[in-house]
């Protein structure tokens, strides 16, 4: 069964540490899509990043980078210099194709980033 | 950048009630998910729907839910009669096809309140 593990409920930090957001996955499917999103306090989700399957390279954009490790199902999420402005709750997800031809998400528990000041 | 939205943003019902949450999906999308999310949880899958029909749904879709594409533009979903527990953000998503395997897109969400 597919499944997305974020171990880190809450994670506190003063501004401009990095910090690193977990996230595990289990699936069966050799084809998948793993994205993070953002959620602020406002509630909508905000796409950060689509990685499929077959693309272990890292990603580096401004401030933000995942690491994507297939050997420990790993899709793990760093911002670097943190900002106030980061503050959210952050989601990993999952989705795979089904026989109905749709993809639906699997969304792990998230993650509450909070920085300090 | 074409986007989904979501009415109302907001909805306060009385328990036993039936509400009407509304999409309207980004144009040339095929592909229509709701997901819930209840207050300090994750995100849920509920229902996909591609042509005119349910492909997917989750054991939380009841037969107090449902969908439907009216008009070819909006995308609603229904719940007969409200319950305490159906209180949450819903989340209604809409996505390309099988085969671009695009992101989903995300509406803001409609933050339903069921007292």
């Known amino acids: 069964a597919q499944k997305v593990t974020q171990a880190q409920t809450e994670i506190s930090v003063v501004e401009k540490e990095d910090v690193t957001l977990d996230c595990v996955y289990e699936?069966?499917?050799?084809?998948?899509?793993l994205f993070w999103y953002k959620q602020p306090p406002s509630g909508e989700l905000v796409f950060l990043i689509r990685?499929?399957?077959?693309?272990?390279q890292n990603e580096i954009s401004g401030r933000y980078s995942w690491n994507f490790q297939k050997s420990t199902s790993s899709f793990n999420f760093t911002i670097t210099a943190s900002q106030v402005v980061d503050s959210a709750v952050y989601f990993c997800?999952?989705?795979?194709?089904?026989?109905?031809?749709?993809?639906?998400?699997?969304f792990g528990t998230g993650t509450r980033l909070k920085v300090l000041a | 950048e074409p986007e989904v939205t979501q009415t109302p943003s907001h909805q306060v019902t009385q328990m036993g009630q039936e509400v009407i949450l509304r999409c309207v999906p980004i144009s040339n999308h095929l592909y229509f998910y709701w997901y819930r999310q209840i207050l300090g949880q994750k995100v849920e899958f509920l229902v996909s729907?591609?042509?005119?029909?349910?492909?997917?749904k989750s054991e939380i879709f009841d037969d107090q839910f449902s969908v439907e594409r009216p008009d070819g533009s909006n995308f609603t979903l229904k719940i007969r009669s409200t319950k305490l527990e159906d209180s949450a953000m819903y989340f209604c998503?809409?996505?390309?096809?099988?085969?671009?395997?695009?992101?989903?897109?995300f509406g803001p969400g409609t933050r339903l309140l069921v007292l």
């Open positions: 998503a809409t996505f390309w096809d099988s085969l671009s395997q695009e992101t989903q897109y």
């Open positions: 729907f591609y042509n005119n029909e349910i492909s997917e």
């Open positions: 990685r499929n399957s077959f693309d272990e």
């Open positions: 997800a999952l989705s795979e194709a089904r026989a109905s031809g749709t993809y639906k998400y699997i």
């Open positions: 699936t069966r499917d050799t084809t998948y899509y």
